[in-house]
């Protein structure tokens, strides 16, 4: 493909966005995702889209063909692609996560995970994020813990693909390390001396995912969504197995879904290995985290 196919008129590009803008509107779908998208795929700013200042500019570079451009934008329309997927990326804390079909799309809800982490310690040592898909929390647990060494574990290869380039791209190759496999599994080789371990495991109940956006059910991966019958399946795994990983002390923080709070907490004080157990809310009220660490033998 040569680059030709690549610039564009501001002209061009106007009357695209306006009949984008009129068909999202058509079919509910956000119109303020057509700038979003164009921000990323045009290099616009916010004010030339505002001030519609683009359209008298005689070139405009894209990072794929107009035509091209408007296939997917169709797809957003009709099958629902989250608009992500189309651009590539996702904001999520200061970074841009890439992103593809392989992998969940980080929500900013999830962000809070990291607050939490900053808030819990101030350690170092070894990081686990378990299920890490895109790589969003081992690059914001790499962030806020830069003396801790990150250890992201996915059961998919391509979700792992993704997940090493953001970590390249973002500057924090040499922090996080990738192994893949099913939860604690590839990290038995350090049983027992983890500072901390962060996961943002499948939590809904089975029977729910066909009621979700199709957004999601029809284009996000369902191994990273489906907790099993009543949704707690990884959870419980994760709390049952995650006290021999623990060192004394040791940070173990989820997130869940609404409702699951109460069941959480007392899967965590009958394991019998965890004290301090909190739950914490989202920015929406929603008890969205749950936090314990494990018990020091003088407990």
Not at 118 to 136: I, R
Not at 263 to 289: M, P, T, W
């Amino acid at each position: 493909m040569g680059e030709k196919h690549l610039i564009v008129s501001g002209l061009q590009l106007w009357q695209w966005r306006n009949t984008a803008h009129q068909a999202a509107i058509a079919t509910d779908v956000p119109p303020m995702e057509v700038d979003w998208l164009l921000q990323e795929v045009a290099g616009l700013d916010r004010l030339a889209l505002r001030l519609e200042s683009f359209k008298n500019w005689p070139q405009i570079q894209m990072q794929l063909p107009l035509k091209e451009l408007d296939q997917l934008w169709q797809r957003r329309l009709n099958d629902r692609l989250p608009v992500q997927y189309i651009a590539g990326v996702t904001p999520w804390r200061h970074f841009k996560i890439a992103v593809s079909s392989a992998v969940l799309i980080p929500r900013p809800e999830t962000e809070g995970l990291i607050d939490l982490v900053a808030a819990a310690s101030g350690v170092s040592g070894h990081w686990a994020d378990l299920g890490t898909g895109s790589g969003a929390i081992a690059v914001g647990l790499a962030d806020v813990l830069p003396k801790a060494t990150i250890h992201a574990v996915d059961y998919s290869l391509e979700a792992l693909a993704i997940a090493q380039a953001n970590a390249y791209n973002l500057g924090f190759a040499d922090r996080i390390k990738f192994y893949q496999g099913s939860w604690w599994e590839p990290l038995a080789f350090l049983k027992g001396q983890f500072s901390g371990m962060v996961s943002n495991p499948p939590y809904i109940p089975t029977s729910t995912l066909p009621t979700l956006q199709p957004e999601v059910v029809n284009h996000e991966p369902h191994l990273a969504l489906d907790g099993g019958t009543d949704g707690l399946d990884c959870i419980r795994h994760l709390i049952e197995i995650s006290p021999s990983y623990l060192q004394p002390g040791g940070v173990w923080l989820i997130e869940m879904m609404a409702g699951q709070a109460d069941a959480v907490r007392e899967l965590l004080q009958n394991q019998g290995s965890y004290c301090k157990i909190q739950i914490h809310a989202d920015l929406a009220g929603i008890e969205r985290f749950a936090l314990a660490y494990k018990v020091r033998s003088d407990e």
